[in-house]
């Protein structure tokens, strides 16, 4: 279910971890010297909203979650369920741009986790983990060139459902009219309430 409280089990607060490095010329452990990527690692208590701040200081943006005002920790449950942002038609998924991890397992061990070290965990923990195979203490993403973006919104009110279910297939179609990796918005058919009328935000 995406979540670390079952019976018997605890939390760890990690609010407090805000380290945030940049890297030019990160190579993952155990990876061929000739590997260099441009990189931000995120300690677990980092925000994505810290964290694209400190990208675009350097210029460079990185793929993260669109619910604003970024309060999401950049370094937890964002990534290990998958996800994807604004930007993941271009530069994909959450866990398509994580390159390492450092985590504390059920032993204690403090492990670094990559597709050279810890292939097997790294596999399992992006997309599949929402805690069961240990503590991440930090991420490291690849980063992106910074790029403009123009963002268009559309919103659809309605004051009952039927003339939702009516007016939705043209609303589809016009959808249609665009080209699929400008279609980011991940609040598509999301309801909204306005002035106490339920609607659905396009």
């Known amino acids: 279910l995406g979540r670390s409280t079952a019976r018997g089990s605890f939390m760890i607060w990690t609010h407090h ?12 452990e155990g990876a061929p010297s000739t590997e260099l990527l441009t990189a931000l690692t995120l300690e677990a208590g980092v925000q994505f909203q810290e964290a694209y701040d400190a990208a675009q200081a350097q210029g460079r943006v990185l793929v993260r979650e669109d619910a604003p005002p970024g309060y999401v920790g950049a370094a937890g449950g964002w990534f290990l369920g ?3 942002g604004p930007i993941s038609p271009h530069y994909g998924l959450g866990v398509d741009n994580v390159i390492e991890l450092n985590v504390v397992d059920s032993s204690g061990s403090y492990l670094t986790v990559n597709s050279h070290s810890q292939p097997d965990l790294f596999w399992a923990l992006r997309g599949r983990d929402s805690g069961t195979y240990g503590i991440v203490t930090s991420v490291t993403y690849r980063t992106h060139p910074l790029v403009p973006v123009t963002g268009v919104f559309l919103t659809a009110n309605s004051r009952n459902n039927d003339t939702f279910k009516s007016s939705s297939p043209n609303l589809f179609e016009f959808n249609l009219t665009f080209p699929m990796q400008v279609l980011v918005d991940t609040a598509w058919l ?13």
């Open 82 to 84: 998958g996800r994807y």
């Open 17 to 28: 971890l805000k380290n945030i490095i940049y890297n030019v010329s990160f190579v993952p």
């Open 190 to 202: 999301q309801p909204a309430r306005f002035s106490g009328i339920t609607s659905r935000s396009m």
